[in-house]
Nanobody, 126 residues
Framework: QVQLVESGGGSVQAGGSLKLSCAAA????????MAWYRQTPGKERELVST???????TYIDSVKGRFTISQDNAQNTLNLKMSNLKTEDTAIYYC????????????????????WGQGTQVTVSS
């Protein structure tokens, strides 16, 4: 059974930094895409950043240059380093891990579905 547990959330002032971590149990890193999402009340969950099995990263425009996603395969941890935080970054942040399906040849195949963590609150005040 896959379990994802986020940590590192908290309250900071605008311009501050936080590092979110996601510890995974029962999950093998390096096979599928992983991601960070965030959600504020009344809004849909928003994709913030992804990292592929090869380490390629993507970010939404509003966090480019401020957030850095990384994964430590040996420690089974996904991280999101956030700097120069803005009030609009306030949200619950969720870790997401792609669901491995099978390996064919040397290629791992993953579904479009994710395993999810329970979320961690990030609050940025002005």
């Amino acid at each position: 059974q896959v379990q994802l547990v986020e940590s590192g959330g908290g309250s900071v002032q605008a311009g501050g930094s936080l590092k979110l971590s996601c510890a995974a149990a029962g999950y093998i890193f390096g096979r599928c895409r992983m991601a960070w999402y965030r959600q504020t009340p009344g809004k849909e969950r928003e994709l913030v950043s992804t990292i592929s099995s090869t380490g390629a990263t993507t970010y939404i425009d509003s966090v480019k240059g401020r957030f850095t996603i990384s994964q430590d395969n040996a420690q089974n941890t996904l991280n999101l380093k956030m700097s120069n935080l803005k009030t609009e970054d306030t949200a619950i942040y969720y870790c997401a891990a792609g669901q491995f399906q099978f390996t064919f040849g040397e290629t791992d195949y993953c579904s479009d579905d994710y395993y999810w963590g329970q979320g961690t609150q990030v609050t940025v005040s002005s």
